[in-house]
């Protein structure tokens, strides 16, 4: 089984940076994902993680240490259309087809 | 990537009665997927739809609530059967990308109102 666990809610100021934090547990890892969501919308693909270390993309950068099973989801230089849910999801299982998604962060990005 | 479509978008119904959710897919894919999101809450996956075979449902769902059917590559349905209140949610179609083996990719989903 899965147990995904992420802050709730954060705030941040517009040009601030937000770290969104997502720890997990699993019994099958086959990557880790962030996906966004605004509000009304369907999840947009951020970031796939599957090897330990730093994705950088852009203004987003996704970390993972699966060891610790424990990832974070970094936005930097925050502009007011990233407020949004972040959505960490796991993939597990041997043919890695299933995504568990943890209960998402709501991130608002203030002026 | 892929292109997802979804039919209704949104739809109120009574209880007891059911609703049919379409997702066609621009492009051939072996799996797809069905999520639920209720208000407020996260994704959960439903069931895997296979081409020519029978869908997997996941803990807590049952095909006698929620049929699916998979007659191609690129189209499948979701039935919300003997609907209740409890039933309100956005039903979201799901694929990986094609030419990838990680990118998963969502329709824009079917907003569901059950009174």
């Known amino acids: 089984g899965q147990n995904i666990d992420q802050p709730t809610e954060m705030t941040a100021t517009e040009g601030a940076i937000v770290q969104i934090n997502c720890t997990y547990q699993?019994?099958?890892?086959?990557?880790l994902f962030w996906y966004q969501q605004h509000a009304g919308e369907a999840p947009t693909f951020l970031s796939y993680?599957?090897?330990?270390g730093l994705e950088e993309k852009g203004r987003f950068s996704s970390f993972l240490s699966r060891s610790k099973g424990y990832s974070y989801l970094l936005l930097k230089e925050l502009q007011m259309k990233d407020s949004a849910s972040y959505l960490c999801?796991?993939?597990?299982?041997?043919?890695?087809?299933?995504?568990?998604f943890g209960g998402g962060t709501r991130v608002l990005v203030k002026p | 990537s892929a292109v997802i479509s979804q039919k209704p978008s949104r739809d109120i119904c009574q209880r007891g009665t059911s609703l049919t959710i379409q997702c066609q897919v621009d492009?051939?894919?072996?799996?797809m997927f069905w999520y639920r999101q209720q208000p407020g809450q996260s994704l959960t996956l439903i069931a895997t739809?296979?081409?020519?075979?029978?869908?997997?449902?996941e803990s807590g769902f049952v095909i006698d609530k929620f049929p699916i059917s998979r007659p191609n590559l690129t189209f499948s349905t979701l039935t919300v059967s003997n609907m209740s209140p409890e039933d309100s949610s956005i039903y979201l179609c799901?694929?990986?990308?094609?030419?990838?083996?990680?990118?998963?990719?969502f329709g824009p989903g079917t907003r569901l109102t059950v009174t």
């Open positions: 799901s694929v990986f990308g094609t030419g990838s083996s990680y990118e998963q990719y």
């Open positions: 699993t019994s099958g890892f086959n990557g």
């Open positions: 993680n599957v090897l330990d």
């Open positions: 999801a796991v993939r597990e299982g041997a043919a890695g087809n299933k995504l568990t």
């Open positions: 492009s051939q894919v072996t799996m």
């Open positions: 739809a296979n081409q020519g075979s029978e869908a997997t449902y």
